[in-house]
């Protein structure tokens, strides 16, 4: 299964994106801000506020303790740890994560926990076939 997450709104306080699967629209996304310096240069992190870098990477569904649930985790993300997609509404509830659903208000996802719970079930579904789970993020 391949995800693909695109972003379409780069702001000062956050990212909206679409993600797909397998070519398939799926849903809206919110990151925090991206930080590009430019030139060519990587962007600079400041912790729990900073979309993470556009690249190719694992997908697995771990518990959160977090959460409490099992979630999507992404790994191997440069500089960056335990980062998961889970529900939450603004760009002050990803704490550097992706949050899944529908953009319906600026600088916002709103209906988050059905689109986790649907995102999960794919992965699930992907997994009982023994797919493994990527997720491109551009």
């Not at 059905?114 to 493994?132: G, Y």
């Amino acid at each position: 299964m391949e995800l693909i997450l695109t972003r379409i709104a780069k702001r000062n306080a956050y990212t909206i994106g679409r993600l797909a699967i397998d070519d398939k629209d799926f849903c809206d996304t919110l990151e925090p801000t991206w930080r590009d310096i430019g030139w060519g240069r990587p962007g600079r992190k400041v912790n729990g506020s900073t979309a993470i870098p556009e690249g190719r990477y694992p997908v697995v569904v771990t518990f959160s303790p977090k959460f409490k649930k099992w979630l999507p985790l992404l790994l191997h993300v440069p500089q960056f740890k335990g980062i998961r997609i889970h529900a939450g509404n603004a760009a002050g509830d990803t704490e550097g994560c992706i949050l899944v659903g529908e953009n319906l208000k600026q600088g916002m996802v709103v209906n988050s926990r059905i689109w986790v719970h649907r995102l999960v079930q794919a992965i699930t579904e992907a997994r009982e076939k023994d797919e493994a789970i990527w997720i491109t993020v551009q």
